[in-house]
C-alpha cells in the first residue's frame, strides 16, 4: 500500500513564504510524475505544479516564477517551495504521485495525499 504524507501548511502574511513536502511510502519502483495541486472552497482541485522523473517541471500559470517545485527520485520525496505568497494561493494543497509501480512489470496507479491547508492573510 502507498501513502502519501504531506507536511509544512500553515498560515503565513502575504508576501511571505512557505514550503510543503510530501514523501511517499510502501512498497515502490518508480514514481512517473509527482506534483502538487490545490482546491480552494467552492472551486475545483487544480494543478500547481508537477515533475517528471527526469526533472521536467511544469507551472500553472498563477504560480509561475513564485513557487519552485522539486524531487528526490531516490526518497520518493517531491516539495513545493513557495515564496511571494498572495492570499489566491490560500488553498488545501494536496500531493499526487502518478504512474506508481511496485515492480518493473507491474501496473501503474495514480495517489493522493490528504491535503495540507495553506492560509495567506492580506
Known amino acids: 500500500q502507498v501513502q502519501l504524507v504531506e507536511s509544512g501548511g500553515g498560515l503565513v502574511q502575504a508576501g511571505g513564504s512557505l514550503r510543503l513536502s510530501c514523501a511517499a511510502s510502501g512498497r515502490i519502483f518508480s514514481i512517473n510524475y509527482m506534483g502538487w495541486y490545490r482546491q480552494a472552497p467552492g472551486k475545483q482541485r487544480d494543478l500547481v505544479a508537477r515533475?517528471?522523473?527526469?526533472?521536467?517541471?511544469n507551472y500553472a500559470d498563477s504560480v509561475r516564477g513564485r513557487f519552485t517545485i522539486s524531487r528526490d527520485n531516490a526518497k520518493n520525496t517531491v516539495s513545493l517551495e513557495m515564496n511571494s505568497l498572495k492570499p489566491d494561493d490560500t488553498a488545501v494543497y494536496y500531493c499526487n504521485a502518478v504512474g506508481v509501480k511496485v515492480s518493473p512489470l507491474a501496473g501503474a496507479y495514480d495517489y493522493w495525499g490528504q491535503g495540507t491547508q495553506v492560509t495567506v492573510s492580506s
Open positions: 515533475i517528471s522523473r527526469d526533472g521536467s517541471a
